[in-house]
């Protein structure tokens, strides 16, 4: 196996020159590192990178937190991230905390016992004053969240005013009796858009059709579970508001299965425009999260932390959405800002 000064003889250079170019360090002649590179490249050397990072007191890694990989819109969002993050050089670790509160603080014990060097978190479940300490071992981004009083960089779409544009427009079609099903009220993201939709009764002097079924919704049988209690129990529902497209997939089909008509019977509203938004007949009214450019901002402000260490701010980048609108409310594409 080639060493370092096998590429030093090989390139008629010092070892230390060698070594600079290696690790990437400036004041080395463009014509050098070409003759480095290229007597690598003949002798097939590979850099220790495990010796480079531990010189450099950096691992190239960091962890992303988040519920589930399961959820489509999460491993978009992971895929995103993972392909950013290999272009700046550095690895990934998933960490599905599964909402267990315990689970997400020994996954930030990663940054406390330097295995990683930054954390997104795509979720939060504890208080912020359990996760600040943390703040001191290295830099961590939310992403989808808003956590108030949180001072680091937050990415994010405003979800409070997504849901109240979706709800707008249910009550635009006529709907009289809406429902919201949220993915659970322990979410601030849930929480969020549940103040989206009640300002949107409000203002319009409607109330909200509550059962008990309508929380902790994520999957297509939720979805289902959910229409037949409602059926069952609000018989006079017209409109709903899911926070996820696998949801309304799940009230549309069992709804055809019921007599139902979709959106005659009853309106449906998706979140995320995940691409069963489009397979389904009626194809689905969803809001659209510009997911990719959101994974690729993130790592991009972590890493920018990572590798220009200070002290982190409140930094809030707040994305656009869009309100995508099919056949499950009967509209045209409406933009929301």
């Known amino acids: 196996m080639p060493t370092i000064e096998d590429v030093a003889k090989q390139a008629g250079l010092s070892r230390t020159t060698v070594s600079r170019v290696i690790n990437d360090q400036p004041y080395v002649a463009e014509e050098k590192r070409q003759r480095v590179k290229e007597a690598m490249d003949l002798l097939g050397y590979v850099p220790n990178s495990s010796a480079r990072r531990l010189r450099n007191q950096k691992t190239e890694t960091i962890a992303i937190l988040l519920p589930n990989i399961t959820n489509p819109f999460f491993s978009h969002l992971i895929e995103a991230m993972e392909i950013k993050a290999s272009a700046w050089g550095y690895r990934v ?29 795509t979720a939060v479940r504890n208080e912020w004053s359990k996760i600040k300490p943390y703040l001191t071992y290295g830099p961590i981004v939310l992403c989808n969240e808003n956590v108030r009083g949180a001072n680091l960089p937050v990415v994010y ?3 409070e005013q997504a849901a109240y544009e ?4 249910l009550i635009q079609q006529g709907c009289r009796h809406l429902a919201y099903l949220s993915g ?8 969020n858009r549940q103040k989206g939709f009640l300002k949107a009764l409000n203002q319009s002097g409607l109330s909200p059709v509550l059962d008990e079924k309508m929380e902790g ?36 089909h069992e709804a055809k299965q019921l007599g139902l008509r979709v959106p005659d019977d009853l309106a449906v509203v998706g979140f995320d425009n995940q691409a069963i938004s489009l ?5 689905i009214t969803t809001v659209e999260q510009p997911v990719t450019e959101m994974g690729e901002h993130c790592v991009e402000t972590l890493v920018h932390y990572i590798e220009h260490p200070s002290v982190l701010f409140r930094q809030e980048i707040v994305f656009r959405h869009q309100l995508l ?9 409406t933009m929301i800002s």
């Open 93 to 121: 670790i998933i960490c599905q905390t599964h909402e267990d509160e315990k689970k997400e603080l020994d996954y930030l014990e990663l940054l406390r016992t330097k295995q990683v060097d930054g954390v997104i978190m």
């Open 217 to 252: 919704a994520y999957t297509i049988d939720h979805g289902r579970d959910v229409l037949h209690s409602l059926v069952q129990h609000h018989p006079n529902v017209d409109g709903v508001f899911t926070g996820s497209d696998e949801v309304a997939a799940g009230m549309i």
């Open 157 to 159: 779409v405003d979800h």
């Open 184 to 191: 659970g009220n322990d979410s601030i993201v849930a929480q």
């Open 166 to 169: 979706a709800t707008r427009h």
């Open 325 to 333: 609108v099919r056949d499950s409310t009967q509209q045209r594409v």
């Open 279 to 283: 397979l389904m007949s009626p194809s």
